[in-house]
């Protein structure tokens, strides 16, 4: 059977079983598979309609599983996706390039935190973990990055890395970034660190009432007792 026919039976399949059946056939065909694949994602363009529960969210999940499957030869198709603006074909992208674990999808996925959009931080951030220490250097230069809101996603993202060169970057962006929200992350990140130092900073936030910071400060403060 073609693939195209394949991909519409796929998309028109009355349930989940019936789909299950064509993932085989279709994972199958490999990298010819991605771009039919990535076109069913592209049927879900806003996140009312990705997150929607009904038989069309599990037809993005399958499509998704797909090219999760078909690996390494899907990460070129799906890396531009990273500045998509359908919701389906950017969050789809990052959740197939985060379990793919290609290291080429890591600087890609940070520079596509440029729009500052709070959800596709949070998703990056859950895949730069999955990638692991192949990931930090790549942090540690976008922590630089002349756009603050690539800064600020690094900041939020790095938090999963308890290294005394990341405590200190922090520290000096918590401390001078010229942009609140960098600064706020920044604050937010030091705090998953336990140690004195950390404490003392918050402290000194929380003392400043003229420090824009300084009633996070408190509250991080607050929580920890």
């Known amino acids: 059977m073609s693939l195209d026919s394949l991909i519409q039976q796929l998309i028109n399949a009355p349930d989940e079983a019936t789909r299950q059946t064509l993932v085989e056939p279709i994972t199958a065909y ?13 049927m879900f363009p806003d996140d009312d309609d990705y997150f929607e ?13 797909m090219l999760i499957a078909i690996g390494t030869p899907a990460v070129e198709a799906l890396i531009p996706l990273l500045k998509s603006a359908s919701w389906g074909e950017r969050f789809g992208a990052i959740l197939c390039l985060r379990d793919i674990g290609d290291p080429r999808a890591i600087q890609p ?9 709070v959800t596709a931080t949070v998703d990056i951030g859950i895949a730069m973990e999955q990638f692991g220490d192949v990931a930090l250097p790549y942090l540690m230069d976008a922590l630089k990055h002349e756009q603050p809101t690539i800064r600020a996603g690094a ?11 990341v405590k ?10 010229p942009v609140y929200q960098v600064r706020e ?12 130092d950390i404490i003392a900073l918050l402290e000194q936030f929380a003392a400043d009432p003229d420090n824009p910071l300084s009633e996070l400060a408190q509250d991080l403060l607050d929580d920890r007792e």
């Open 168 to 177: 200190a970057s922090l520290i000096e962006l918590a401390l001078h970034d």
């Open 155 to 165: 900041v939020f993202a790095i938090r999963i890395f308890k290294h005394d060169d």
């Open 109 to 117: 996925m940070i520079l596509s935190l440029i729009d500052g959009d």
């Open 53 to 65: 529960e009904g038989s069309d969210s599990e037809l993005h999940s399958i499509a998704e599983d």
């Open 30 to 42: 490999g990298a010819d598979a991605v771009q039919p694949l990535i076109g069913i994602l592209g």
């Open 185 to 196: 992350n920044a604050v937010m990140s030091l705090n998953e660190f336990d140690d004195k």
